[in-house]
C-alpha cells in the first residue's frame, strides 16, 4: 500500500486527496462514512462467520435421527469445498493479485524515477545547449567586431602606408638639403671655421669663428652663433643669436638657393664691426658694461646708483666716434659739463677711462 501511494505521489498527488481540503464539511462527512463502513464490514465478517458457524452446526442435526448419535458420531472432516474454500482461494487471488500489483507497482516506480532521471538529464541538456548557443552568439558577435576591427586597421594601414610615402618622399627631400648644407659648409669652411652645434631635420645652429687677416688677429673674435631652419616649401629662416658676439639679433628669410649669400652677408657685416666688438669684448674683463647693438649704445655702471651712457655711431672706429650721452645717479641727470677729457675724439675704451677715474660723477 505504502508502494501505491508512493507512485500516486509522484505521479498525481491530487489523487492522495480527493477530498481536498478535511476542514471542509463534505470531507469530513466522507471519513465518517468510510471510518462507519469500515467498522461495519468487520462486525459483519464476524456476522458472518457466526452463520456459517450456526449453519454447519443445523445441517449435522438435521442429518442426525436421534441425539444418541450426536453424541457418538465422529467430528466430521473439513469441509474441502463449499464457500469456505472459495473464500481461501480468493484470498489467495487476491494476495497474489495484490504481490503482482506491487510488483508492477515497484517496475512501474521503478520506470517513473528512470523517466524522471531522463528528465533531469534531458532539461540539462536543453540548458547546456542554450548556453552553447548563447556562447555561439557571443562568438559570432566577437568575430564580426573582430573582422569590423580587421577592416579598419587595414584602411588604417592604407592611409598609413600613403602617409609614410609622403613622409619617405620628405625625408628624401630633407637628406638632399642636407647635403646641400653640407656642401655650403665645405664651401664657407675654405673661408672661415665653422663648428656645428647641433643638427635636426628642421634646423641647423652652428658657430662661425671668421679668418681674419693678420693685421686683425691680435684679438681673437669670439664666436657667432646662427641657427638655420628651413620649412617643406623649399625656404628658410637664418636667425642671429646675439650672445657675447655684440652684433644685433636679426632674422632674415629667403629661398633655400639664396642661403649661402646670406651666411656670406652676415660673415661681412660680422667682421666689418670686428674693431668694435674686439674692443667691447675686452672691456667686459675690466668695466661692468652691456653693449646694445640695436641702440648702439654702450651701457656703464659706475656703481650701484651712477649709471653712464655712451652712443657709438656707425663706422666707429673709422668713420665714426664715441661720445657720452649721459650721465644718471639714481635716476636723475648729473651734470657733466666740468668734465673736460684730455682730447675730443676719444675712444670707447678712453671714454671709461676718464669716468671710472674722474672725481666729478
Not at 13 to 38: F, H, I, K, N
Not at 166 to 195: F, K, P, T, Y
Not at 249 to 264: F, N, P, T, V, W
Not at 328 to 351: A, I, M, N, Y
Request: proline letters at 4%.
Amino acid at each position: 500500500m505504502a508502494d501505491f501511494r508512493a507512485v500516486l505521489q509522484q505521479c498525481d498527488p491530487a489523487l492522495l486527496d480527493p477530498c481536498g481540503d478535511p476542514e471542509q464539511p463534505d470531507c469530513a462527512e466522507g471519513a465518517r462514512m468510510v471510518l462507519y463502513l469500515t467498522d461495519s464490514r468487520r462486525v459483519q465478517k464476524v456476522l458472518w462467520r457466526q452463520l456459517f458457524v450456526l449453519d454447519s452446526m443445523m445441517s449435522l442435526l438435521e442429518g442426525l435421527e436421534s441425539a444418541q448419535q450426536l453424541m457418538t458420531q465422529p467430528c466430521p472432516p473439513q469441509p474441502e469445498g463449499g464457500a469456505r474454500g472459495r473464500w481461501k482461494a480468493l484470498k489467495a487471488d487476491g494476495r497474489s493479485g495484490v504481490e503482482e500489483t506491487e510488483t508492477l507497482l515497484r517496475s512501474l516506480e521503478e520506470r517513473i524515477q528512470q523517466i524522471l532521471d531522463r528528465r533531469h538529464t534531458l532539461t540539462q541538456l536543453v540548458q547546456l545547449l542554450h548556453n552553447k548557443t548563447q556562447q555561439c552568439e557571443q562568438l559570432a558577435e566577437s568575430l564580426q567586431k573582430a573582422q569590423n576591427a580587421l577592416q579598419s586597421c587595414d584602411h588604417q594601414l592604407t592611409q598609413l602606408r600613403a602617409e609614410s610615402e609622403v613622409v619617405l618622399g620628405q625625408l628624401i627631400s630633407w637628406q638632399r638639403l642636407r647635403d646641400e648644407l653640407q656642401m655650403h659648409i665645405s664651401a664657407v669652411q675654405d673661408v672661415m671655421q665653422i663648428n656645428l652645434l647641433s643638427f635636426n631635420q628642421s634646423e641647423l645652429c652652428v658657430e662661425l669663428r671668421p679668418r681674419l687677416s693678420s693685421d686683425l688677429s691680435s684679438n681673437e673674435l669670439e664666436p657667432l652663433r646662427l641657427s638655420i631652419t628651413w620649412s617643406h616649401d623649399d625656404r628658410f629662416r637664418l636667425q642671429v643669436n646675439e650672445g657675447t658676439a655684440g652684433l644685433e639679433e636679426d632674422c632674415m628669410s629667403g629661398r633655400r638657393c639664396e642661403l649661402s649669400a646670406a651666411l656670406l652677408l652676415v660673415m661681412q657685416c660680422y667682421v666689418g664691426q670686428y674693431e668694435l666688438l674686439s674692443e667691447i669684448q675686452g672691456l667686459r674683463s675690466s668695466f661692468a658694461i652691456d653693449w646694445r647693438p640695436a641702440q648702439r649704445l654702450l651701457v656703464y655702471l659706475k656703481s650701484a646708483l651712477l649709471v653712464c651712457h655712451l652712443e657709438v655711431e656707425e663706422g666707429y672706429p673709422s668713420s665714426g666716434r664715441a661720445r657720452l650721452l649721459s650721465v644718471r645717479r639714481d635716476g636723475q641727470p648729473v651734470d657733466t659739463s666740468g668734465l673736460k677729457p684730455h682730447k675730443t675724439d676719444l675712444s670707447l675704451t678712453d671714454w671709461l677711462v676718464v669716468l671710472c677715474s674722474s672725481p666729478l660723477i
